[in-house]
């Protein structure tokens, strides 16, 4: 039966969400409070990350929690003031970071990731957006021995385990192969599976550009004017009040917001992240991890983005972009980067769970309501693979995938 749906947010996760279903047939709108992909969809790395089949776990080397406790890497920087809220996520963080829960993770969220390219590229092509995607994967680039010599292990554990595919790649060949790389690397290792987008807040206008071609609704409004009616849902946008049978929550790291009015307290918290770009001379070819920091330059058309790892503490504290700081001395010594594009930082949230997999499924106590949310690292990867597995329900359908993993019940309980 074809149903009306109302998608909140229209962030990747939110615009592939309303894709999958108005290809399915149904009548879809979409409410954000902005245009479509200008949060956190819009900054991030623009990785569509096929090598990612594991998600990362908090750290227990003894040695990298010293250098993230206290500052000293731009891959990680807490808040203590912040730790109170967060504290009890990390501790269920950490218990879901041994390596044997991490491994049952791993195996689970990679149902998702090995889905991730050719979920996007029905899109892409349909979407006549091909010239903003290379297909060509990227890279991770070590300056210490010790850590190019994991590096390489781990990826070949992920090839025998997983089937992701890798070149390791010595200095001289890394030089070659990558000529604007101005520092002598250890060794890399070449993903070549992944594609890199060089305008990720583009994509997902081209996407919702399609949507609305096809008849999608998209309207401004908020979505925590979101009530439950006697046929279903509705919400208030600017061109007046919507119904529909369904609501899907696709609101990325803001989903808690809706869901706390209606009962919901699952135990989201956020990292999050800052980006910058900066001129270059000679640009990169495709995007570079530098492994033992944390820091990834990604070039796109707005010129090279640095983008930092993880900023832990509360959703809205004023922005301390000290880790941008540490980035761009990091990439200062890989490139020869020149003025700034912008004079502020972007600053983004990646919505986070304990368990590292997101809540995509059936509302566990409300009748036509869906999630969508909870990503991560890897939600601009993920939003058509998890889109399509959420369609699947939404239609009774058999899921393509196991949706057990991802069910919101696993987070579900009542408080008075
Ligand atoms: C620095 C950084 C680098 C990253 N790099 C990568 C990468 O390379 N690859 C990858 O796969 N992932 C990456 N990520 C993660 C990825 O960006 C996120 O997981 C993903 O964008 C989440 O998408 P979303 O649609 O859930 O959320 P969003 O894109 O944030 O969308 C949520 C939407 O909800 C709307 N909204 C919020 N509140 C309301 C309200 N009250 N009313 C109406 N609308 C509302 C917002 O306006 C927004 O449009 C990175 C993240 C960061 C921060």
Excluded at 10 to 37: F, M, N, T, Y
Excluded at 183 to 203: K, M, Y
Excluded at 218 to 245: C, F, K, P, R
Excluded at 408 to 416: P, T
Aim: hydrophobic share 40%; aromatic share 8%.
């Amino acid at each position: 039966m074809k149903r009306t749906t109302i998608v909140l947010g229209g962030g990747i996760v939110g615009i592939s969400s309303a894709l999958s279903l108005q290809e399915r047939g149904h009548s879809v709108i979409v409410v954000d409070r902005k245009a479509p992909g200008r949060e956190t969809s819009y900054g991030n790395a623009g990785l569509i990350q096929r090598e990612a089949v594991e998600p990362y776990p908090l750290p227990r080397d003894p040695s990298e929690l010293i250098q993230h406790a206290f500052g000293l890497s731009p891959a990680v920087h807490y808040h203590w003031r912040a730790l109170p809220t967060i504290l009890p996520k990390l501790i269920a963080y950490w218990r879901a970071s041994t390596p044997a829960r991490h491994a049952q993770i791993s195996k689970e969220w990679a149902t998702l990731i090995e889905n991730s390219t050719s979920e996007h590229a029905q899109w892409i092509e349909q979407a006549n957006a091909q010239e903003l995607v290379t297909p060509k994967g990227f890279r991770f680039a070590w300056r210490q021995e010790h850590s190019f010599k994991a590096g390489v292990e781990r990826a070949k554990r992920l090839q025998q385990t997983f089937g992701v595919q890798f070149r390791a790649l010595g200095t001289d060949e890394l030089l070659h192969e990558e000529p604007a790389i101005t520092q002598r690397f250890v060794g890399a290792v070449h993903w070549t599976e992944p594609w890199a987008v060089s305008d990720p807040g583009e994509l997902v206008s081209r996407y919702a550009a399609l949507f609305a071609q096809r008849g999608g609704l998209i309207v401004q409004g908020d979505a925590l004017s979101l009530q439950q009616t006697t046929n279903g849902w509705s919400v208030m946008t600017q061109d007046g009040l919507h119904e529909a049978s369904d609501a899907i929550v696709a609101l990325g790291p803001w989903a808690d917001d809706a869901l706390r009015p209606l009962g919901y307290h699952f135990p989201l918290f956020v990292k999050r992240g800052y980006h910058k770009h900066y001129q270059v001379e000679r640009q990169l070819s495709m995007p570079l991890l530098c492994a033992d920091d944390g820091v990834m330059l990604a070039p796109m058309r707005a010129g090279l983005r640095i983008t930092t790892g993880a900023e832990l503490t509360l959703r809205d504290a004023p922005a301390t972009p000290v880790q941008l700081k540490m980035a761009e001395r990091v990439a200062a010594r890989a490139l020869k980067i020149g003025k700034p594009v912008e004079d502020t930082a972007w600053l983004g949230a990646r919505p986070c769970t304990p368990d590292m997999k997101p809540i995509i499924g059936a509302a566990p106590r409300h009748r036509g309501l869906w999630f969508n949310f909870g990503h991560a690292h890897q939600g601009f990867t993920l939003g058509p693979a998890s889109a399509r597995l959420l369609a699947d329900m939404f239609d009774g359908k058999t899921p393509y995938i196991n949706p057990a993993p991802f069910t919101a019940k696993r987070f579900d309980e009542v408080k008075q």
